[in-house]
């Protein structure tokens, strides 16, 4: 997928909600901000630090959620965070937290293969805030979640910074401040009010605060740096 | 420090699978035994024939092996994300391939503890300990080598077929040296026989640190590129 020139700034604890028609290339936008893959060319910026060059130290800062989920069949809940939580030099003992957050504690000693798809999904989020990171990348993070599932995605956003891909425009619209809307690989404008001709639209939102849930409770979005 | 946590983490992570999941190793196991089986029948071995053919066989049985254990290592990885959600980490490529590396050697090594007292029953080989340090001196540089290939062949739809066609060429200068020492091992010569001539042992030693340092510097590259 191509992506075309895209001028992005999020600010410190803004969401944004990636929207798009499959192949719209919001996999790829995604990736290039969780530093799966490098951009051909031009710049990219993240949390103030060159992400083609200074990847590692990046990624301490960046929790990922793809469509693979990237977790191993033969370990249990609790042993893929705690292997996980070794990468990033942390104790084994942020793994039973991280777990209880996503509301897996009962089935910490399950194999992987052993959950549903919904709670794999949970896993795979859990382990991208095991390091506490201030920016949240999520492809589809609500594929497979139920009703609970995905009332949990507003604690995890608690704080964070999120670009998040969804096919959801109610969900995108209870959790996130702005949207992006691409189409074939650019930006077709933003998809919750009117559409624009050309030129660096995506810039934070001035004064953006707590968004309702569609449930009626409230995000707890931070403000805007 | 940290490179040697990861590292530990990573492999005792694959061990841990391996032994759950029982992919690899019974296949393993029953291709040793099989080969030595077919071997037997093939070369119509007996008592005098048995020992002086043994030298090529264990080389034979071992590469190929080998090439079996090492396709996976990566491939399984691949097959479920996991890679990229380990390389999303500050962990760092190169201890991610230590220990992937590592997690490899232990296993190859599993197998020789299978092929080489096989071979004793099968092919009245006389194993000592002359041809057990030549094994596990060419195990380490082989599996360094062979899972860089394996981690480039599995970004590939062919990997299968290129890992052989990449990890052989390379692999001749264990065989050579180390069929030469097994051979001297085998007609009774003990660790200092060959020294005089040639110090295999201290030629595979060089190989070994050679293919390590030079495999962990190339694995940024190929992981993470």
């Known amino acids: 997928m191509v992506l075309g020139p895209l001028d992005l700034e999020l600010a410190a604890g803004e969401r944004l909600a990636v929207l798009g028609d499959n192949g719209a290339g919001k996999t790829t936008l995604l990736r290039l901000l969780a530093t799966a893959a490098r951009p051909a060319a031009g710049r990219l910026e993240l949390l103030g630090v060159e992400a083609t060059r200074e990847r590692e130290r990046l990624r301490a800062r960046l929790g990922y959620v793809g469509h693979q989920l990237g977790l191993y069949p033969a370990l249990t809940a609790l042993e893929n965070l705690e292997f996980f939580a070794r990468l990033h030099g942390l104790g084994r003992e942020r793994a039973r937290p991280a777990l209880e957050t996503v509301g897996l504690g009962g089935v910490a000693h399950r194999r992987l293969e052993q959950l549903s798809r919904g709670q794999q999904q949970r896993l795979a989020l859990a382990r991208s805030v095991l390091h506490d990171p201030e920016l949240l990348v999520l492809d589809e993070p609500d594929a497979s979640l139920d009703a609970e599932g995905r009332d949990l995605l507003g604690a995890l956003f608690e704080g964070r910074s999120v670009v998040m891909a969804t096919h959801d425009l109610a969900l995108a619209r209870g959790l996130c401040h702005r949207a992006l809307r691409l189409r074939a690989g650019r930006e077709a404008g933003d998809p919750w009010g009117a559409p624009r001709a050309g030129g660096p639209s995506v810039r934070p939102r001035e004064g953006a605060g707590p968004v309702p849930l569609p449930n009626g409770r409230a995000a707890g979005a931070r403000a805007l740096g | ?225």
């Open chain 2, 1 to 225: 420090m940290r490179f040697a946590g990861v590292m530990l983490a990573v492999a005792a992570k694959d061990l841990r699978c391996e032994l759950r999941g029982k992919e690899l190793l019974p296949a393993l196991t029953q291709f040793v035994v099989l080969s030595l089986v077919i071997a037997g029948f093939a070369f119509d071995l007996d008592a005098s024939s048995g020992p002086r053919l043994s030298p090529g066989i264990l080389w034979l049985v071992l590469v190929f092996a080998g090439l079996l254990a090492f396709g996976r290592t990566f491939a399984a990885e691949r097959d479920v994300g996991s890679l990229e959600a380990m390389l999303l980490t500050p962990a760092g490529a190169p201890a991610i391939f230590a220990g992937k590396a590592l997690g490899a050697t232990v296993l190859l090594v599993a197998c020789e503890a299978v092929l080489l007292p096989a071979m004793a029953v099968f092919l009245a080989s006389p194993i000592s300990p002359a041809v057990v340090a030549t094994v596990l001196l060419a195990t380490v540089g082989m599996a360094w080598l062979g899972c860089l290939f394996a981690a480039l062949a599995a970004q590939t739809r062919a990997r299968e077929l290129l890992l052989p066609v990449l990890a052989l060429p390379l692999w001749i200068p264990f065989v050579v040296v180390g069929s030469r020492a097994v051979q001297v091992a085998m007609s009774g010569g003990g660790f200092g026989a060959w020294a005089p001539a040639g110090q295999p042992y201290a030629v595979l030693l060089d190989f070994d640190i050679l293919f390590l340092v030079v495999s962990s510097l190339a694995a940024r590259f190929v992981l993470d590129d």
